[in-house]
Nanobody, 123 residues
């Protein structure tokens, strides 16, 4: 099967930076879109940033200009560079990927989620 493993979360002061990583492993034929989501206590999960297999990106308005999503296709890894962090960025961050698994038959494309990594920004 396929696993997504996130790393890089932690505690940082407002104005600081963190870099999240998410590595996919397993029976992967290809990775299509990859994305980061977050969920703060008492709130719904929301999209933060996404990147297509071709490198096109999109961002939530709340993080534009501060966060950068990128991917290394050779390593099956997606990154989220977070700068100028604010207390309102505090949340559990989840990696998401749309993956075609081996064998690459029609219908073998699935949506996978990581386990989440905590990001806490203190004021």
């Amino acid at each position: 099967q396929v696993q997504l493993v996130e790393s890089g979360g932690g505690l940082v002061q407002a104005g600081g930076s963190l870099r999240l990583s998410c590595a996919a492993s397993g029976s992967i034929f290809s990775i299509n879109a990859m994305a980061w989501y977050r969920q703060a206590p008492g709130k719904q999960r929301e999209s933060v940033a996404g990147i297509t297999s071709g490198g096109n990106t999109n961002y939530a308005d709340s993080v534009k200009g501060r966060f950068t999503i990128s991917r290394d296709n050779a390593k099956n890894t997606v990154y989220l560079q977070m700068n100028s962090l604010k207390p309102e960025d505090t949340a559990v961050y989840y990696c998401n990927a749309v993956i075609t698994v081996v064998p690459a038959l029609p219908g073998n494309e699935y949506d996978y989620w990581g386990q989440g990594t905590q990001v806490t920004v203190s004021s």
